[in-house]
């Protein structure tokens, strides 16, 4: 454990503190003369030394939260030996809609919610793939939080890579899921395997008669679908509503009949409690192995600014009485 200072030079706004406190000093030695004058008592030691040590004390607060100090704490890492799963988030343009133009995207939404599920399951090997007209991989299955959430951010984007039928107004296949089953996502190791689907449901019809088959084969893959849907979502362009997309009222139906013959779970955005108590059910437990260290960082800057307030309101207090 240690701490580092991010602007040590900024710690000199403390010096600020040395304003008020002339200020203070001032008023004492006037106030010991004009008491001296009519032959009142002065206050005591204490009620001075107390408003002195609250001015220098704001001011060392609120000089080391300028300084940026950040706590270092290494942390030993264990990762899950036994199993391993894939985030799919769906891609398509849909999953542009949103209530406003100033809203999330279902996209963002849909990261965001994959986020919440990657930090339920920390000893889980997590990868990240897209569907759209077909699911392609863009992080095979890791340990490594930071590698998961710099891949969900610079890679995740709509129609990247772009569908192969882009002409079609709707090209969402959730049955080309079969690819996770066949193209070697998860690796020969992985007795327990879990996929975690972000999608907004709206999807053609299933044409692989074959999927419940496949992810059914030993050693089986455990499904979970989260669907990012709100009624009267629109896609926005410029501000303006695209006039041939209106969010699709059957789409949970539509994602519950395709859910139900994979022996599948459906949460909605809305129960994203639920979502994780379902991941953490499907990934359940095993054995695991030390794959390092792992250092976390806190920034105490936040902490210590608010714990400047403290001596403040101590100092309108005393001004009050």
């Known amino acids: 454990m240690s701490v580092t200072f991010l602007s040590p030079l900024a710690a000199l706004v403390a010096l600020v ?18 008491r001296a004058a009519v032959d009142l008592p ?19 607060l609120l000089g080391l939260a300028a300084s940026q100090p950040v706590l270092q704490v290494r942390e030993t890492v264990r990762e899950r030996t036994d199993a391993e799963a894939f985030f799919v988030i ?24 994959a986020l919440v599920l990657r930090d339920a399951v920390p000893e889980l090997p997590v990868g990240i793939a897209s569907v759209t007209d077909r699911t392609l991989p863009y992080l095979f299955p890791s340990p490594d939080e ?26 969402t296949r959730l049955d080309t899921l079969g690819a996770v089953a066949t193209q070697g996502f998860y690796s020969p190791s992985a007795r327990r395997r879990v996929l975690v689907v972000l999608t907004d449901g709206e999807s053609l019809p299933q044409t692989n008669p074959h999927l419940t088959a496949l992810f059914g084969k030993p050693p089986g893959i455990e499904t979970m679908f989260v669907q990012i849907w709100k009624p009267d979502e629109r896609v926005f ?15 949970r139906t539509t994602l519950d009949r395709f859910a139900s013959e994979l022996g599948a779970k459906v949460y909605s955005e809305n129960d994203l409690g639920g979502a994780v108590a379902g ?9 695991t192995a030390v794959r390092g260290e792992r250092l976390r960082h806190l920034a105490l800057a936040p902490f210590l600014a608010a714990a400047a307030f403290l001596p403040l309101a101590l100092l309108l207090w005393r001004r009050e009485r």
């Open 146 to 171: 930071t590698v998961f959430r710099t891949t969900l951010a610079q890679s995740v984007g709509i129609e990247r890579p772009p569908p192969v039928e882009e002409l079609l107004s709707r090209v």
């Open 17 to 34: 503190v040395a304003v008020p406190l002339v200020v203070f000093l001032e008023m004492r030695r006037r106030g010991h003369r004009t």
């Open 279 to 287: 991941l953490r059910s499907l990934a359940a437990s095993g054995p």
């Open 90 to 113: 769906d891609i398509t343009k849909s999953m542009l809609a949103r209530s406003t133009p100033d809203a999330s995207t279902r996209l963002a939404r849909a990261k965001t919610d």
């Open 237 to 251: 362009v410029k501000g303006l509503p695209v006039p041939g997309y209106r969010s699709d009222p059957t789409a």
């Open 42 to 60: 002065d206050p005591s030691r204490r009620w001075y030394l107390g408003i002195g040590s609250a001015i220098v004390l704001v001011g060392a």
